[in-house]
């Protein structure tokens, strides 16, 4: 009995091979290259080219943005600010103008007078306006005036003397009594706008008499404020800005002689003129609350535009992911085998690199009681079509830990197999595991015989 079992321990142990066989990199058959990783085949190992798969364009979308519906205009500018009492009035009066006579302007109807006999009106056969019938001629955009028969009489920047000359010199020329006067019916080409704390604002126009600052004030009102400690008369003339105080205005006739031009804009300001205030907040606060409204209103229609296109992106984005959870999504992997804790296959990340430490330690890294730190090795097929199956083993000697940061520079590529040896104690453990439950089942068989 002890013989056959003693025969039986030899036959297994040496078939002890057959038993148990583990995966070791090797170089025998001159395909396989191993090269061990260094600060400097770590550069060699990374010049092959990969460009990493990028994520889709959902995933880098944002869901605000430029709206492209109506904007809100311009934000209105504060109203309501407390009144403060203002500083002394500063007089600041444009100069006196010399007196200069009246030039007939663009707008300006004329009226031509004649002595009134009837053959004289007859020679002008209704042309020239007879004194009574008051008949007159606009001064039109070109300057002139237009009188059939005689033609078009530029009249435009002339006093009435030589309006008058013109015309008379007209009429000879085409054999016309030149017997007339020259009047001015409407004045409308020189006009001074005067508002602000006036009974009337209005437009006045300057005739043939020289309009003063009294003069215009009295045409629309007067002042009507009924504080006139601040209370200035404001003149904007040729794009300056002239201010008198009243109370300088009422002490000093010059000022109230001062003679006024065209195009003067004359405004009569007071501070506490409550019911201008009351007016002008009462327009200020509709428009902020109008603008209000409308703010209110893009931001509503920019909200549902956000979250319609945030919607979109979410759906794109779980469409996305559906696919490449049901491995519809085509990715690159590293493959993981040998001592690994997990063995397995790792997606190589999208829009960026992975190294070997991502690939190694994303599935927990290899087993420590197994796994031969001083035998890792990345396998990496040829891509030349001359070296097909040829395989270059970067090998990782992981004993000295520092080599560790050599994993983190190692770029990973697609199809990379990432491979753990076996501990020698670990594979010894293995075939012992093997042998003994042969040994007992031989044994027992052997006993029964």
């Given at each position: 009995?002890?013989?056959?079992?003693?025969?039986?321990?030899?036959?297994?142990?040496?078939?002890?091979?057959?038993?148990?066989?583990?995966?070791?990199?090797?170089?025998?058959?001159?395909?396989?290259?191993?090269?061990?990783?260094?600060?400097?085949?770590?550069?060699?190992?990374?010049?092959?080219?990969?460009?990493?798969?990028?994520?889709?364009?959902?995933?880098?979308?944002?869901?605000?943005?430029?709206?492209?519906?109506r904007?809100?205009?311009?934000?209105?500018?504060?109203?309501?600010?407390?009144?403060?009492?203002?500083?002394?009035?500063?007089?600041?009066?444009?100069?006196?103008?010399?007196?200069?006579?009246?030039?007939?302007?663009?707008?300006?109807?004329?009226?031509?007078?004649?002595?009134?006999?009837?053959?004289t009106?007859?020679?002008?056969?209704?042309?020239?306006?007879?004194?009574?019938?008051?008949?007159?001629?606009?001064?039109?955009?070109?300057?002139?005036?237009?009188?059939?028969?005689?033609?078009?009489?530029?009249?435009?920047?002339?006093?009435?003397e030589?309006?008058?000359?013109i015309?008379?010199?007209?009429l000879?020329?085409?054999?016309?009594d030149?017997?007339?006067?020259?009047?001015?019916?409407?004045?409308?080409?020189?006009?001074?706008?005067?508002?602000?704390?006036?009974?009337?604002?209005?437009?006045?126009?300057?005739?043939?008499?020289?309009?003063?600052?009294?003069?215009?004030?009295?045409?629309?009102?007067?002042?009507?404020?009924?504080?006139?400690?601040?209370?200035?008369?404001?003149?904007?003339?040729?794009?300056?800005?002239?201010?008198?105080?009243?109370?300088?205005?009422?002490?000093?006739?010059?000022?109230?002689?001062?003679?006024?031009?065209?195009?003067?804009?004359?405004?009569?300001?007071?501070?506490?003129?409550?019911?201008?205030?009351?007016?002008?907040?009462?327009e200020?606060?509709?428009?902020?609350?109008?603008?209000?409204?409308?703010?209110?209103?893009?931001?509503?229609?920019?909200?549902?535009?956000?979250?319609?296109?945030?919607a979109?992106?979410?759906?794109?984005?779980?469409?996305?992911?559906?696919?490449?959870?049901?491995?519809?999504?085509?990715?690159?992997?590293?493959?993981?085998?040998?001592?690994?804790?997990?063995?397995?296959?790792?997606?190589?990340?999208?829009?960026?690199?992975?190294?070997?430490?991502?690939?190694?330690?994303s599935?927990?890294?290899?087993?420590?009681?197994?796994?031969?730190?001083?035998?890792?090795?990345?396998?990496r097929?040829?891509?030349?079509?001359?070296?097909?199956?040829?395989?270059?083993?970067?090998?990782l000697?992981?004993?000295?830990?520092?080599?560790?940061?050599?994993?983190?520079?190692?770029?990973?590529?697609?199809?990379?197999?990432?491979?753990?040896?076996?501990?020698?104690?670990?594979?010894?453990?293995?075939?012992?595991?093997?042998?003994?439950?042969?040994?007992?089942?031989?044994?027992?068989?052997?006993?029964?015989?």
């Amino acid at each position: 009995m002890k013989t056959l079992v003693a025969i039986a321990v030899s036959l297994l142990l040496s078939g002890c091979g057959a038993a148990y066989i583990s995966s070791k990199v090797k170089d025998d058959d001159g395909n396989v290259r191993i090269v061990p990783l260094t600060s400097e085949t770590v550069l060699t190992a990374n010049q092959s080219t990969y460009q990493p798969r990028p994520l889709p364009a959902a995933f880098f979308a944002t869901a605000g943005g430029p709206s492209a519906g109506r904007g809100i205009g311009a934000t209105p500018p504060a109203s309501l600010e407390a009144e403060q009492r203002p500083a002394a009035l500063t007089l600041n009066a444009p100069r006196q103008v010399a007196a200069q006579p009246y030039t007939i302007g663009v707008g300006d109807v004329l009226l031509l007078a004649t002595r009134g006999n009837a053959s004289t009106v007859e020679q002008l056969s209704g042309l020239l306006a007879a004194q009574n019938r008051r008949q007159g001629y606009t001064v039109q955009d070109d300057g002139s005036i237009a009188i059939p028969e005689v033609g078009r009489v530029p009249v435009a920047g002339r006093t009435l003397e030589e309006a008058e000359a013109i015309l008379f010199q007209s009429l000879v020329e085409n054999q016309i009594d030149p017997s007339f006067s020259v009047e001015i019916a409407e004045f409308n080409s020189k006009r001074v706008s005067i508002g602000g704390a006036v009974a009337n604002p209005a437009v006045v126009p300057i005739s043939l008499t020289t309009l003063t600052l009294d003069q215009g004030l009295a045409a629309t009102g007067g002042v009507t404020s009924e504080d006139m400690d601040y209370v200035s008369i404001r003149i904007y003339r040729d794009g300056t800005l002239y201010q008198i105080p009243l109370k300088d205005y009422l002490q000093r006739p010059d000022l109230q002689k001062l003679r006024l031009i065209d195009g003067d804009s004359i405004f009569v300001d007071t501070e506490y003129e409550l019911e201008r205030a009351r007016a002008y907040f009462s327009e200020q606060i509709q428009l902020a609350d109008y603008r209000q409204r409308a703010r209110t209103q893009a931001l509503a229609e920019l909200e549902v535009e956000v979250r319609l296109r945030r919607a979109n992106l979410t759906e794109a984005r779980d469409i996305y992911r559906a696919r490449a959870e049901l491995d519809g999504v085509e990715r690159d992997f590293v493959y993981l085998t040998g001592e690994v804790t997990n063995p397995s296959r790792f997606a190589l990340p999208l829009g960026r690199q992975a190294n070997l430490a991502d690939a190694l330690y994303s599935e927990g890294g290899f087993a420590n009681q197994t796994g031969n730190p001083g035998q890792i090795y990345v396998l990496r097929g040829s891509d030349g079509p001359t070296a097909s199956g040829a395989v270059t083993a970067w090998h990782l000697d992981a004993r000295n830990a520092a080599n560790y940061v050599l994993a983190t520079r190692m770029e990973m590529r697609p199809n990379d197999i990432v491979f753990v040896a076996e501990q020698p104690i670990t594979r010894w453990n293995r075939v012992v595991q093997q042998i003994v439950p042969s040994l007992l089942t031989s044994g027992a068989g052997l006993a029964t015989r």
